[in-house]
Structure formats: structure tokens, C-alpha cells
């Protein structure tokens, strides 16, 4: 359902400007996404020989907890602090998609060149400087154009990740995904998938506040230059907020319990 439309568009030399992105973007690959894992402290009864991720037991297989924590204990502790921490502030409403525009912003080739913007670059130009940009997502912010820079209220970096980054932010929530195959196979495939049908309907509602014209798609636009626009995006965002608390609770759930059994702080 996910991975087929897209394999099938690759091999025909073809891309989608929305569905695409996850796969494109993110570094987890279709055959990866596909392989379900029981996650960490789960007996595959009957079952042996599933890899060097595996011990076979008495009872089948289970994961080998200790030895991919023993190699990756610091990154799921970095990733608890970061989700954590995320969870901990309130979700800001404000921004209202302009980080898609900034990433167009006075430059004549765009990211996605087979679709044409919706409006011209000129009113693209004036929403920015009329609207200004408030973006705390370092991978949103290191996409935009040279001019756009400064026109950001904030100045994200990696490092300022834990400092940043907030529940309301679409691209925040879509990361949800990136950690959980980042911690995969140690949490659950079921989780993985969950964290991944979130970001799809994100990136959807990420496209349709862009500038771009994606109608032809099937992707209405939210107007995001208009207050009617606006007040549409930011309920979106707020339901992704509420959509992604759970989830991202889960996430950090499973990192506490991983670093508890492995004795880390």
C-alpha cells in the first residue's frame, strides 16, 4: 500500500512531489520499512536463525537487547532527551506553513521544478516579508534560500534541537518517524508503521500549504496568505499535535525502558 506506488514510479523514472518524500528524504529504505520486528523482550516461539540481531533460545528467538544497546545506547538516550523534551513544551500555532515558502523564497529554480508555484514569485517575495518566518526545525530551515535566512526569527541548529524543536511543528512530528527506524528492529514494526501513516498525512498537509500548485494531484491548497487560510493550517497543525502526543510518548516509553535494562541514566 505505502512502498508499491512508490517502487512502481521509480522504475518508471518518475516522482511525487508528496508521497515520494518519505522515502526520498528520510534514509530508511521500502525493503527496510516492509520488515516487521517484534521489538525488544519479545520470544518468536519456534523460530531461529533471523540474524545477527537475534538469539536463538530455547523457546525461539529474541533480540540481542544487550549487544545493540552496547552500539547504540547513546543515540536512543539522545533521542529520549529529544522527545522528552519536545513533549514537555507547548505546541506553537504560529507559523503557518511559511517555511515551504522561504525555501522558494527570490530564487528561480525550485525544489519540486516539474510543479509550478500557485503564485508568482513576487507574491511569494510578499507574503515572507508581510508575514515573516518563525521556523525552530533545523532540516526545515537548512532548506532555505540564501535571502530567507534572516528573514527566520530563530537560528536552529542540530545542536539547538533539544532547545527547539515543539509539538506543533509538522516537520517535529514527521521526524517521529525518523526515530523509530532509527531505533528499529529495538522497538516494535507496528510502532515504526504508525510513526510512518502520521508523517504521510503531515507531508500532505505540509504540500498543500506550500506555494506550490499541486490541484492537478488531488492536493487542494491551503491558502495560508489569506486569514481563512491560516486559522485551517493551524487546526491541522493542532490535530497533528494531538495525533502525535501518543505516539511520541510510545517512542520515549520504550527508549526509558531500553535504557533501564541496559543501566543507563
Known amino acids: 500500500m505505502w512502498t508499491a506506488p512508490y517502487l512502481a514510479r521509480r522504475a518508471r523514472g518518475e516522482s511525487h512531489p508528496v508521497e515520494d518524500f518519505l522515502f526520498v528524504y528520510y534514509g530508511h529504505r521500502p525493503a527496510r520499512l516492509r520488515r516487521w520486528h517484534p521489538g525488544a523482550g519479545v520470544v518468536l516461539k519456534g523460530a531461529c536463525d533471523l540474524g545477527r540481531d537475534y538469539l536463538d533460545t530455547s523457546e525461539g528467538a529474541v533480540l540481542d537487547t544487550a549487544a545493540l544497546m552496547g552500539r547504540r545506547g547513546p543515540a536512543v538516550g539522545w533521542i529520549a532527551r529529544l522527545l522528552a523534551a519536545?513533549?514537555?513544551?507547548?505546541?506553537?500555532?504560529?507559523?503557518?506553513?511559511?517555511?515551504?515558502?522561504?525555501?522558494?523564497?527570490?530564487?528561480?529554480?525550485?525544489?519540486?521544478?516539474?510543479?509550478?508555484?500557485?503564485?508568482?514569485?513576487?507574491?511569494?517575495?510578499?507574503?515572507?516579508?508581510?508575514?515573516?518566518?518563525?521556523?525552530?526545525?533545523?532540516?526545515?530551515?537548512?532548506?532555505?534560500?540564501?535571502?530567507?535566512?534572516?528573514?527566520?526569527?530563530?537560528?536552529?541548529?542540530?545542536?539547538?534541537?533539544?532547545?527547539?524543536?515543539?509539538?506543533?511543528?509538522?516537520?517535529?512530528?514527521?521526524?517521529?518517524?525518523?526515530?523509530?527506524?532509527?531505533?528499529?528492529?529495538?522497538?516494535?514494526?507496528?510502532?515504526?508503521?504508525?510513526?510512518?501513516?502520521?508523517?504521510?498525512?503531515?507531508?500532505?498537509?505540509?504540500?498543500?500549504?506550500?506555494?506550490?500548485?499541486?490541484?492537478?494531484?488531488?492536493?487542494?491548497a491551503i491558502r495560508v496568505e489569506t486569514p481563512e487560510g491560516r486559522a485551517e493550517y493551524a487546526a491541522e497543525q493542532r490535530g497533528f499535535a494531538e495525533r502525535a502526543r501518543p505516539i511520541r510518548q510510545r517512542l520515549l516509553d520504550a527508549c526509558e525502558r531500553l535504557l533501564a535494562g541496559a543501566g543507563r541514566p
Open 86 to 220: 519536545t513533549a514537555a513544551r507547548p505546541a506553537y500555532l504560529g507559523c503557518f506553513g511559511l517555511h515551504e515558502w522561504a525555501m522558494v523564497y527570490k530564487v528561480e529554480e525550485t525544489r519540486h521544478g516539474a510543479w509550478p508555484l500557485r503564485l508568482s514569485g513576487k507574491k511569494v517575495a510578499e507574503v515572507v516579508e508581510q508575514r515573516g518566518v518563525r521556523c525552530g526545525h533545523f532540516d526545515a530551515f537548512r532548506f532555505f534560500t540564501p535571502p530567507a535566512r534572516p528573514l527566520n526569527a530563530l537560528r536552529p541548529t542540530r545542536q539547538s534541537r533539544q532547545e527547539l524543536e515543539q509539538p506543533g511543528c509538522l516537520h517535529t512530528n514527521m521526524d517521529l518517524y525518523k526515530w523509530a527506524y532509527k531505533l528499529s528492529p529495538l522497538v516494535s514494526g507496528e510502532l515504526v508503521a504508525d510513526c510512518f501513516a502520521l508523517a504521510r498525512d503531515i507531508r500532505a498537509v505540509d504540500m498543500r500549504a506550500s506555494p506550490y500548485d499541486l490541484d492537478p494531484l488531488g492536493y487542494r
